[in-house]
């Protein structure tokens, strides 16, 4: 997902739109929006100038603050130009950003990156696209390929269904779904990166886990001897998750990045959602020649961190076969107890402080 994509959806909206640039835009309510047509043109065009700004500047604490206003007495047809010419912006900003850089998105982890943008933007032509051209009485739909991009991107919540393009406007209160309930709030959903001293885990989204687990590198620079299979038996966990409409993606599967070089050296996460005693499985392993060096250890107690710091954990565990030393020593290493065992696993577990204790230390 980048820069081609954004341009592809730009060129869509701008065909349209600028088809109907002698319509009454400013008569004309947009789709179920409280904007009217010339409004929501306005509003796509501010936001691919303010992502592009984002990715531009690495703005890491906050938007930029600036905004995008048409001059006196521009008319619809100039709004569509502005919204060609923003969109070429982003998708060059997506297409020079690095793969490593996070900028400042709000929700609902704090950052995206250049993908993140990239779909973020490609969302907002396509779904406002719509809008105006359901207002103005204009046919409009989008590449399959497209929508189906965004959802398995910034959706990763939201269960495929038949038809991608029904299956993004249903996700976003736009329309109906048989069998589905009328979305009255929505959010997209950025993927979690949690940073450690010397790696960064990046959540998974359903686009990378399903080209991981077919033999792909998920869009990540691998070390040699990487992805393990682990890895890649673990993006398949998350691809039947989202296929099945419950993967939460806190939950699923982090890889392993080096801040050194950006190259990825394993895989690291969870086997689903913590049950309802707040319990969670964990699993991990690297490439080859990334092990002695302690980076599952490192990565496997931030990750840790992070799950028991939530109210809906009270443990964690995983079970190791009894012959995998190095693996039982990793898990030591990052606190977890050996609580139980059989001819063939140890079980470890790791808790969290007691719920009561925890809220009176964040009060305090």
């Known amino acids: 997902m980048g820069g081609d994509q954004v341009a592809e959806a730009v060129e869509g909206s701008v065909a349209v739109l600028r088809a109907a640039a002698g319509l009454d835009w400013e008569g004309a309510q947009a789709g179920r929006l409280a904007w009217n047509c010339r409004r929501t043109a306005e509003h796509i065009a501010g936001d691919l100038i303010a992502y592009a700004g984002q990715l531009a500047g690495r703005a890491t604490?906050?938007?930029v603050p600036f905004e995008i206003v048409m001059e006196d007495g521009t008319d619809?047809?100039?709004?569509?130009?502005?919204?060609?010419t923003t969109g070429a912006l982003l998708a060059a900003a997506v297409r020079t950003t690095p793969r490593e850089v996070r900028a400042f998105h709000p929700y609902p982890f704090r950052s995206a990156n250049r993908e993140g943008?990239?779909?973020m933007g490609v969302a907002e032509v396509l779904l406002h696209t719509h809008d105006i051209a359901e207002g103005l009485g204009l046919a409009y739909e989008p590449p399959a390929a497209l929508c189906e991009a965004?959802?398995?991107?910034i959706f990763p919540?939201?269960?495929?269904?038949?038809d991608h393009w029904r299956t993004l406007l249903w996700a976003t209160g736009r329309g109906d779904l048989p069998g589905r309930a009328p979305v009255t709030e929505w959010r997209w959903s950025n993927n979690l990166v949690i940073g450690t001293e010397r790696l960064t885990l990046q959540g998974v989204t359903p686009a990378a886990a399903a080209d991981l687990s077919t033999g792909g590198t998920g869009g990540f620079t691998w070390i040699?001897?990487?992805p393990f299979e682990?890895?890649?038996e673990a993006a398949g966990m998350v691809v039947k998750a989202y296929e099945g409409g419950v993967h939460r993606p806190e939950w699923g599967l982090f890889v392993l990045v080096r801040r050194e070089d950006g190259r990825a050296v394993g895989g690291m996460g969870f086997h689903g959602a913590p049950d309802e005693e707040g319990r969670a499985e964990v699993g991990y392993d690297l490439a080859e020649h990334a092990r002695g060096h302690g980076y599952a250890t490192?990565?496997?107690r931030a990750l840790a961190a992070e799950a028991l710091a939530r109210d809906d954990v009270t443990t964690l565990f995983a079970a190791i076969d009894r012959a995998n030393a190095p693996s039982q020593g990793v898990i030591s290493r990052a606190g977890f107890t050996r609580v139980s065992e059989d001819v063939e696993q140890y079980a470890y577990e790791l808790r969290g402080l007691d719920r009561s204790l925890r809220l009176y230390a964040r009060e305090s």
């Open 61 to 63: 604490e906050a938007y």
């Open 298 to 300: 490192e990565a496997l």
């Open 157 to 162: 919540h939201v269960r495929p269904g038949p």
């Open 224 to 226: 040699e001897g990487g």
């Open 117 to 119: 943008f990239a779909a």
């Open 150 to 153: 965004v959802l398995t991107r």
């Open 76 to 84: 619809h047809a100039g709004v569509v130009d502005v919204i060609g």
């Open 230 to 232: 682990g890895t890649r």
